[in-house]
């Protein structure tokens, strides 16, 4: 049974203390668990702690099982000391290095540029002691840690040797036979004496941070915190899980979200998908090492984006938006099917096949010759007609834009908008022939010019079978979750919560509650959007396995939100209203909430009391953990507040930029801990939670 508990939600490197004073490293949570203890917070909550190389993304991992060595605590390993002392390089490095404790963001690439560089010095001192009786032992820990390891170790150190030798580039960029590798190719390079010590720096930088990570994970647990990890469920197609075991991924679709009213195009991540019927054939093994790994140093765990288990929406890899994709697993309607439902072969071609007007494109290019001169490129015309189908040959957005307009002379402008146009009919159809013969509707078929010329009894018999789609995906949605969260419960202790934020799936809730998984609750997201009011969820009726939250790290704050976000704030409740005689219009407003005090009023802008309130109100929720972002929790002290609250969010989804993933709390740990006040805010809002 999981019991009611109060948790603090922070990026790893967002940690700031006087003995990691640039960047949070594995030995900060050590530091930050003292603090939490003493305010009564039970759960701390990380961001992904695994090796991004070059990326500040926590969720852009290199490798499912390989920490981020930007995360090393440095000074106390013995070689720092030494080469300090007599590399006058080295000293000078890491002197400058220190240069940027005041920084308000940390500079993710400086950093890890730099304590490369920093941790190749001290290895090369380490390897060069070899007969001392430290580097003996040293070299039994590395072995023994190979050993332990050696499911996925070895084909990463090789992964980042080469990454080093082609200077970073991806993988899909480095020279051909070093592209597609079979296991055993990749072993053989881990055998090769003459690159031993380049591959085993690797291992060594690995054997630091496992132990690192481990120590501080005890210490945590000793004072009674439970660690919660987070896993993201998508790789980046740059990682070593990808090079080395391709076949654990569907590598010609790319992993997204569907359109929506915040994002018309859907979105596209990049990230592959996974093969899952490929992996259920051992019982998916990779995610059990993934937990059996995560478990060393986790209590709890928070899966990423938990409806991609059930289903990934999947987009061909060429496409540029997510507007073509369609959910894997998926049910479809067959040409036999159509046919039976009064459409001809005909009929389903104007359906599945975008048919172009020569019209549209003359009146923008102007010559009638040219105009179909340019449209032959990659479409072929239908008898005599003035209409157009694209090519077999093209299968995506991409190869549209690979045709090339220069010897017609056109204005750029009007290239760029004959492109747009193409790129738009592309997409204008009712049904995806996703393989021969079987079809699903596209997500914005009522869009389409073909959904537009049917007939109402056509568009009554398309919208019959689609329904009949939608029966058969829930069943094969559930089973996919069923069997994969099978594997994961036999496989870990750990706490299990999803991400289960998005697209509405049916059987989600059911499915979460037969294997005990806690979801998530956004506070600022979970209102009945159907009414007209939009009213705020009762906090009280939450399911109860949730971790409840007043934000996310790609949300704004708690304060952005309510100095910036919430509107008609100043509305005063009588504390003599009960649930049942609070109109739905004063459900909409953020002081529903707080109903104890007589009149009490919200501020307009964040100040402490407000914060203060507002916790203590939610803290009343159903949900049996109440885990908040530390920039939320600091609100309860002014001193702690930026001049711009948008300056303390963590990232802003959509957006490439060095502010996104580099926040930095604005206090040292050491000062949070002397800060009695603060302290007893927290511990006050926990009781309330925790004691209900």
């Not at 500040?56 to 720092?80: G, K, M, R, W």
């Not at 007969?131 to 070895?154: R, V, Y």
């Not at 997409?427 to 109402?456: D, M, V």
């Not at 109860?544 to 309510?562: G, I």
């Given at each position: 049974m999981v019991k009611r508990k109060t948790g603090i939600a922070v990026p790893l490197g967002a940690l700031r203390s006087e003995s990691s004073p640039v960047i949070g490293e594995f030995t900060s949570l050590m530091e930050f668990a003292n603090f939490a203890s003493k305010a009564h917070i039970s759960i701390i909550q990380l961001l992904p702690v695994l090796d991004t190389g070059t990326q500040t993304s926590p969720y852009s991992s290199l490798s499912a099982f390989a920490l981020n060595p930007v995360y090393i605590n440095l000074t106390i390993l013995e070689?720092?000391?030494?080469?300090?002392?007599?590399?006058?390089?080295?000293?000078?490095?890491?002197?400058?290095?220190l240069q940027h404790k005041k920084d308000e963001r940390f500079d993710y690439?400086?950093?890890?540029?730099?304590?490369?560089?920093?941790?190749?010095?001290?290895?090369?001192?380490?390897?060069?002691?070899?007969?001392?009786?430290?580097?003996k032992q040293m070299q039994l820990n590395i072995l023994n840690?190979?050993?332990?390891?050696?499911?996925?170790?070895?084909?990463?150190?090789?992964?980042?040797?080469?990454?080093?030798?082609f200077v970073q580039a991806g993988w899909k960029e480095w020279k051909k036979p070093y592209q597609k590798m079979t296991q055993e190719q990749i072993l053989e390079i881990w055998n090769t004496k003459s690159i031993e010590k380049d591959l085993y720096f690797y291992v060594?930088?690995?054997?630091?941070?496992?132990?690192?990570?481990?120590?501080?994970?005890?210490?945590?647990?000793?004072?009674?915190?439970?660690?919660?990890?987070?896993?993201?469920?998508?790789?980046?197609?740059d990682s070593c899980d990808v090079w080395a075991t391709p076949e654990l991924f569907n590598l010609k679709m790319?992993?997204?979200?569907?359109?929506?009213?915040?994002?018309?195009?859907?979105?596209?991540?990049?990230?592959?998908?996974?093969?899952?019927?490929?992996?259920?054939?051992?019982?998916?093994?990779?995610?059990?090492?993934?937990?059996?790994?995560?478990?060393?140093?986790?209590?709890?765990?928070?899966?990423d984006h938990i409806p991609g288990f059930f289903r990934l929406w999947s987009i061909p890899e060429n496409e540029l938006t997510a507007e073509m994709g369609h959910t894997e697993p998926c049910a479809t309607v067959t040409e036999a099917q159509l046919l039976k439902a009064g459409f001809s072969k005909e009929?389903?071609?104007?359906?599945?096949?975008?048919?172009?007007?020569?019209?549209?494109?003359?009146?923008?290019?102007?010559?009638?010759?040219?105009?179909?001169?340019?449209?032959?490129?990659?479409?072929?015309?239908?008898?005599?007609?003035?209409?157009?189908?694209?090519?077999?040959?093209?299968?995506?957005?991409?190869?549209?834009?690979?045709?090339?307009?220069?010897?017609?002379?056109?204005?750029?402008?009007i290239q760029m908008e004959i492109f747009r146009r193409l790129g738009a009919w592309w997409k204008n159809r009712t049904l995806l022939e996703i393989s021969k013969n079987k079809y699903l509707p596209l997500w914005k078929y009522k869009e389409s010019r073909s959904w537009a010329s049917l007939s109402e009894d056509e568009k009554y018999n398309l919208e019959e079978l689609f329904a009949e789609i939608n029966k058969k995906q829930d069943k094969l949605w559930k089973n996919q979750a069923e069997k994969i969260f099978t594997a994961f419960k036999n496989e870990s202790d750990m706490t299990f919560c999803g991400e289960d934020l998005g697209a509405y799936i049916p059987c989600m809730e059911k499915v979460l509650d037969k294997f005990g998984i806690l979801g998530l609750k956004v506070i600022r997201w979970c209102r009945n959007w159907e009414k007209q009011e939009q009213p705020y969820c009762d906090i009280h009726t939450y399911r109860k396995l949730s971790v409840v939250t007043t934000s996310v790290h790609d949300s704004s704050t708690f304060r952005d939100w309510h100095d910036n976000e919430v509107k008609q704030i100043l509305i005063d409740i009588p504390h003599k209203y009960s649930d049942c005689l609070i109109d739905e219009s004063k459900k909409s407003?953020?002081?529903?909430?707080?109903?104890?005090?007589?009149?009490?009023?919200?501020?307009?802008k964040m100040d402490p009391a407000t914060c203060e309130n507002l916790l203590s109100a939610f803290a009343k929720t159903s949900g049996v953990w109440f885990i908040n972002p530390?920039?939320?929790?600091?609100?309860?002290?002014?001193?702690?507040?930026?001049?711009?609250?948008?300056?303390?969010?963590i990232n802003i989804p959509g957006t490439v930029s060095q502010f996104n993933w580099t926040w930095r709390m604005p206090v040292n740990i050491e000062k949070l801990f002397e800060n009695e006040k603060l302290i007893e805010k927290i511990k006050k809002i926990a009781e309330i939670h925790d004691g209900q």
């Amino acid at each position: 049974m999981v019991k009611r508990k109060t948790g603090i939600a922070v990026p790893l490197g967002a940690l700031r203390s006087e003995s990691s004073p640039v960047i949070g490293e594995f030995t900060s949570l050590m530091e930050f668990a003292n603090f939490a203890s003493k305010a009564h917070i039970s759960i701390i909550q990380l961001l992904p702690v695994l090796d991004t190389g070059t990326q500040t993304s926590p969720y852009s991992s290199l490798s499912a099982f390989a920490l981020n060595p930007v995360y090393i605590n440095l000074t106390i390993l013995e070689e720092f000391q030494k080469c300090y002392d007599k590399d006058s390089v080295f000293k000078r490095t890491y002197d400058l290095y220190l240069q940027h404790k005041k920084d308000e963001r940390f500079d993710y690439g400086f950093i890890s540029d730099t304590k490369d560089f920093l941790l190749r010095k001290m290895f090369s001192l380490l390897t060069n002691t070899i007969g001392t009786k430290d580097i003996k032992q040293m070299q039994l820990n590395i072995l023994n840690f190979i050993d332990e390891h050696k499911s996925w170790l070895p084909y990463y150190c090789v992964y980042k040797y080469l990454k080093y030798k082609f200077v970073q580039a991806g993988w899909k960029e480095w020279k051909k036979p070093y592209q597609k590798m079979t296991q055993e190719q990749i072993l053989e390079i881990w055998n090769t004496k003459s690159i031993e010590k380049d591959l085993y720096f690797y291992v060594w930088e690995q054997f630091i941070a496992y132990k690192q990570l481990k120590i501080a994970a005890d210490y945590v647990k000793s004072l009674d915190i439970i660690l919660k990890g987070d896993l993201p469920i998508l790789l980046n197609e740059d990682s070593c899980d990808v090079w080395a075991t391709p076949e654990l991924f569907n590598l010609k679709m790319r992993a997204g979200s569907p359109p929506d009213g915040d994002n018309p195009a859907g979105q596209n991540w990049g990230f592959p998908c996974y093969d899952f019927t490929y992996q259920e054939k051992d019982n998916f093994s990779w995610w059990r090492k993934r937990l059996s790994t995560a478990a060393i140093f986790f209590d709890a765990y928070r899966l990423d984006h938990i409806p991609g288990f059930f289903r990934l929406w999947s987009i061909p890899e060429n496409e540029l938006t997510a507007e073509m994709g369609h959910t894997e697993p998926c049910a479809t309607v067959t040409e036999a099917q159509l046919l039976k439902a009064g459409f001809s072969k005909e009929r389903i071609r104007w359906l599945s096949q975008p048919h172009i007007p020569t019209e549209d494109f003359i009146r923008l290019i102007g010559n009638p010759v040219t105009t179909r001169e340019i449209l032959s490129l990659l479409c072929e015309r239908i008898g005599y007609e003035e209409l157009w189908l694209f090519k077999s040959s093209i299968k995506s957005e991409i190869d549209i834009k690979k045709i090339n307009l220069d010897k017609y002379n056109i204005d750029v402008s009007i290239q760029m908008e004959i492109f747009r146009r193409l790129g738009a009919w592309w997409k204008n159809r009712t049904l995806l022939e996703i393989s021969k013969n079987k079809y699903l509707p596209l997500w914005k078929y009522k869009e389409s010019r073909s959904w537009a010329s049917l007939s109402e009894d056509e568009k009554y018999n398309l919208e019959e079978l689609f329904a009949e789609i939608n029966k058969k995906q829930d069943k094969l949605w559930k089973n996919q979750a069923e069997k994969i969260f099978t594997a994961f419960k036999n496989e870990s202790d750990m706490t299990f919560c999803g991400e289960d934020l998005g697209a509405y799936i049916p059987c989600m809730e059911k499915v979460l509650d037969k294997f005990g998984i806690l979801g998530l609750k956004v506070i600022r997201w979970c209102r009945n959007w159907e009414k007209q009011e939009q009213p705020y969820c009762d906090i009280h009726t939450y399911r109860k396995l949730s971790v409840v939250t007043t934000s996310v790290h790609d949300s704004s704050t708690f304060r952005d939100w309510h100095d910036n976000e919430v509107k008609q704030i100043l509305i005063d409740i009588p504390h003599k209203y009960s649930d049942c005689l609070i109109d739905e219009s004063k459900k909409s407003n953020l002081n529903y909430y707080i109903l104890e005090r007589e009149y009490q009023k919200v501020s307009e802008k964040m100040d402490p009391a407000t914060c203060e309130n507002l916790l203590s109100a939610f803290a009343k929720t159903s949900g049996v953990w109440f885990i908040n972002p530390l920039q939320d929790w600091l609100y309860l002290d002014s001193k702690y507040y930026s001049d711009d609250p948008k300056k303390e969010r963590i990232n802003i989804p959509g957006t490439v930029s060095q502010f996104n993933w580099t926040w930095r709390m604005p206090v040292n740990i050491e000062k949070l801990f002397e800060n009695e006040k603060l302290i007893e805010k927290i511990k006050k809002i926990a009781e309330i939670h925790d004691g209900q």
